[in-house]
Each structure stands twice: as structure tokens, then as C-alpha cells.
């Protein structure tokens, strides 16, 4: 294809042309070196240079096929006169890093960033699959505001175990209970680890690499659909090609990111996560998210849009179906719809077809009402993730009531306390352990600065000799996040976290903690003096590693409902380099 003639009289001026359209020394070294590869002159001719920013690794499981989409990708690029230059970046796999790839996750975000703003590119497509890849790339282009398009790698195919099907992360919390309460033996364990991730993708249950690829389409930075096609299905790599061609029109068009991210977008996708029966993770992501981009959004908001919102997916971990059958049956589209029809969606925000998500979504078709439900015989009522507030939380923790036990939203205990990760592992299957079901389980030390990297361990392991009882809930609450995965009656991203002075860090052994998520409400229930008695003892800890990045983290990291950005990062800055001067 001939590519189309550099800047119309309405055509932006390109950051590229900065380096590759110089007649001097500094342009013979810039074009003459990207030509090592075979790169003929004519594609130096002013054209669109597309980065497609990779996060390809083989330590991030989820995100290995990602060398074929680049390929389609800049099949793409190539067919609309754009010339596509493929970057890596740090990839973060959720399975493997330690302590927690969320630790890492700003760290990326800022390699994004520098990647992005110091070379010669007009438009971005980001390459998004495991958990933590969607929003450090995201955060890291806000912070550029190019052109840019997100490309999620799509789910795995469905777990098959023994003739059922069986969710990643989902069943892997049941069966390792199972395990620990001996209803299964260690050969059908592993068994299931053979069976649960057979094909490319990502987690294929609505966890949080599921999640926010819905995010990435409901924001808008998405091509529609991008949300739940199999990663091994051709349509994801049709979708990867369109994606491409797509971003180099973009940059003709000169329509940034933050045309796309506006308060409207993040709305939309406040409302959609409900509707999904979204990850809890979301929630920290999008503020970040949308600091970088310079849209304000709190935690608060989160309250407010999800009020009203039900839950239409059947999926794990809330429901029974995964993300093959989502696709199946309809996929985001038909969610968008329904929220649409109900007053649900801010229908004019524009998306980066160049079309209103109303106008991509308002003929979507559901195959399934099995699967995705209409809003007015929704899966779950009322199910927008709560806000709580209270002495225990000041500045928030929030709770997923889709995946909680409707009997223990209101509910009074008695705390049983774990100072810290080491000593919830040390003494939860210690059958002397004073604890039955109506308890409390706290869990301190888990957040931004205390863990370090906020884990996601809130869905504590319930204590074997209750899961014996038959007991498969109990409340449970720390500053800790929880895998989109999991489930269950679990308080999280308590702020002020344990670490950094907040009350959870005062709770003890047998204080009384008042849960009523109705009313928004969870307090310690100690008077005012013994709180004060307590913190005037109280020791900050020390940071984990005084070095490198960690210190850099330890120093700067917000708090969960800020996102748990460092704190120098919010804000947009735009694509301008520093000391542009030759
Ligand atoms: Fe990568 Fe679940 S481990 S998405």
C-alpha cells in the first residue's frame, strides 16, 4: 500500500520528523542505523512511526505469544502507510515475582514512560495481557499522551479437569482448600495444574488480567471486543491488525489519550466493572490511571457509579462460566449495551475507532442469557463495590459484595490478629489457634509500604480446622489487596495501611470489629482513650531494603486510594523531551 503523503495542511507535525526528517550528521545517524535491519529510505519519508511497546517475556506466562500479535500489530501499521518500530519494556509476571509484581508496577509504568517520550515516536500500541501489564503500560503512555491504542492478549481457553471446567486462580484457591481439608489427593492436585492452563492467554476467569482488559474497552484505549477474545483465537489477531492500522489514522487525526481517558471514560468503566463482577484491583489501577492522565478520581466515585449497578456476568469467581464463554455469548459489547439502556453509560465518550462507545455498543448482540444477563434479571442485585469507612479505615477500604457472603455483610466479632504474612502462615493451621467462624481475621503489614508492594494475600486462608467444620467464609480484613480471582468476605486496601500508622496497626487479639457494609460502616470497637494509649507505643517499621528501587518505592508510594502511584509520577506530562537540543 502506497503510504499516504506526510501532513495535509490539517495533519499534526510529527515528533518523528524531529529525527528522521533532519538533513544533517544527527539525521544520517538516526535513519542510518535503524536501516541495519534492511529498513529501506522511503520509510523515512514522514510516515507515522508507530512504537509497539512489548511486554512479551518468558517469565510472564500469560504474555508469550505476544511476539505473534507484534506481528499482526505491524501487518497493520504496514497496511495503513505507518512504519512500525517494536519496543520491549518490563514485564511483569503475576506468578512468578517477588515479592509482588504489583511492587514493580509503577517501575514499569516509568520505563513505559521514558521509552515512549525519548524516541522518535508518533503513536503507541501497547501489548497488555497479565495482570500488572495493562495498567503499567497504560499509566506510563498517559504520562506521554501520544496517539495510542491497547491490545490485551486475550484469556486462555477454558480449564478442562475431568470432564468440568475449571477457572484459573478461582479453582486453585478451592482445590488448594480442598487439599488442606484432604478431600482431594496431591496426584489429582497436580493433575489440575496440567489442566488448568492449556492454550496462550491470560487468566481466563474474571480476575484482574480479565478485568482490565474489560477496562481497556470500556475506557475506550481498546478496540471493541478486545475485552474477552480467546488469545488463540484468529480473531484476536484480526483485532491485533485492525488495532494497528488503526493507531497510524490516529495520528493523522492527532487524537490523543487523553481525548479517550476524560472523567466520562473512567465512569464508564466504574460502571462496566460492576457489571462484570470486576476485580477489586481495578479500583487502585484506574485512580492511578487517570492521576496520570490528570483526571481526579477517588475512591469515592467508585461508591457512587457502582450504586444501582448489578452484576450481569455468570463468571468465576463470582459465577460458574469463564471468559471463552463470555466471548461466546456476546463479550463486553452486549454488557456495554445493557448498561447503556439503563441509563448506565456516559454514551458520547469517545473511543479510539474514532467512534462513541454508544455507537459501537448499541447494536451488540447476547447469544447467551445464561452467561451475560439483561439488567433487568441481572446475575447479582447491587453488587458496585462499597466504600467502607470508620475509625478502622479513615481513608477507606472497600469490599466486592458480589463475592462476598450476603449474612456476613453485617456481622460483629472478635478479631484474631496476624501481625504480619509470616505470622498468619506460622500459626493459621495451629489447631490450637483460639478462632471459630463468627471471629474476625486481621491481617496487618500487607500494604503499599508494609508488605512491600501491597500483596494480594486479603483472602487469608481460612484455618484449616474450620474448613474441616465445612466452614468456606469468615470476615476478613487488612490493608493487603486480594487476586481478582478469589472471593469471599474480604475487607481490603484498609487506609491508612498498618505500616504507615493506620488503626488496623492497634487492633489486638480480642478487640471487637463492627462490619455493616449497608451502611458503609467498619469501626474498632475501643474507646478513643485505649486507641490513643496504643498509638502512642506504636513503632514505625523499618524500610525492608534501604537501596534502589525498593528505597525509591518505600519513600514515594501513596496510599491505596490514591492509587499506590509514587507520588512524583501523578500527573500528566506530556510528550516534550527535555533538553531537545540537537
Ligand atoms: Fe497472568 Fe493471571 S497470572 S493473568
Redesign the pocket.
Known sequence: MKPKKLRSSKQPTLRSVKWFGRQDIYGFIYRSWVKNRGVPHDQFDGRPVIGICNTYSELT??NTHFRTIAEHVKAGILEAGGFPLEFPVMSL???LMRPTAMLYRNLASMDVEESIRANPLDGVVLLV???KTTPALLMGAASVDLPTVAVSGGPMLSGKYRGTDIG??TNVWSMSEDLRAGKITPDEFHEAESCMHRSHG??MTM???STMASMVEALGVGMPGNAAIPAVDARRYVLARMAGRRVVEMVREDLRLSKILTKKSFENAIRANAAIGGSTNAVIHLIAIAGRIGVELSIDDWDRLGRGVHTLLDLMPSGKYLMEDFYYAGGLPAVLRELGRNNKLHKDALTVNGKSIWENNKRAPCWNRDVIHSFDKPFKKNTGIAVLRGNLCPGGAIIKPSAATPKLMKHKGRAVVFENIEDLHKRVDDPKLDIDERCIMVLKNCGPKGYPGMAEVGNMPLPSKLLKKGITDMVRISDARMSGTAYGTVVLHAVPEAAAGGTLALVQNGDIIELDVAKRRLELLISEDELARRRKKWKAPKPPLERGYWKLYFDHVLQADQGADLDFLVGKSGPLVPRDNH
Request: with cysteine; hydrophobic share 5%; net charge negative.
Open positions: 506466562p500469560c509476571g503475576e506468578t495481557g497479565c495482570d484459573s486462580g491470560h487468566c480476575g484482574t488480567a
